[in-house]
């Protein structure tokens, strides 16, 4: 998770070279095949980004779902749960959030019955 500060020259999100590396990052510790579901985030069209998609299509699969679709989609689900807990915060200020919504992430990680509901409601299931 990245928080903006403000600070000079401080990135404001991710960009796609960010995103770039985050699979080959998470394909070093797996060392197994990665298939990535994404949005139409325009960082996610990029040529940049297809083409490391390309360079590493030996073990990267990507998906790339509709422009909405919530059904689709079961990390949707992961952030409404997020939400139910984080959206009535009366947060300080945003080191507070992001505390938060990395507790609430670390509970919905140890409780499968959550993530499996949510991959039910996007008619998927996980099977190994």
């Given amino acids: 998770m990245r928080e903006y500060r403000g600070r000079k020259d401080e990135a404001k999100g991710l960009g796609w070279r960010d995103l770039c590396r985050l699979p080959a990052r998470a394909h070093i510790p797996l ?12 960082l996610h069209l990029t040529r940049g980004m297809r083409e490391s998609i390309d360079r590493n299509a030996a073990w990267l699969t990507v998906f790339q779902l ?26 300080a200020d945003l080191s ?33």
């Fill in 31 to 42: 060392s197994g095949p990665i298939v990535l579901v994404w949005g139409n985030v325009r």
């Fill in 96 to 128: 507070q959030i992001t505390k938060s919504v990395k507790r609430r992430l670390k509970q919905i990680q140890y409780r499968p019955d959550l993530i499996d509901g949510c991959l039910t409601g996007a008619s998927l299931t996980l099977s190994g």
């Fill in 66 to 91: 509709p422009t909405y679709a919530p059904d689709l989609n079961p990390q949707e689900g992961i952030w409404s749960l997020v939400k139910r807990e984080v959206g009535n915060l009366a947060a």
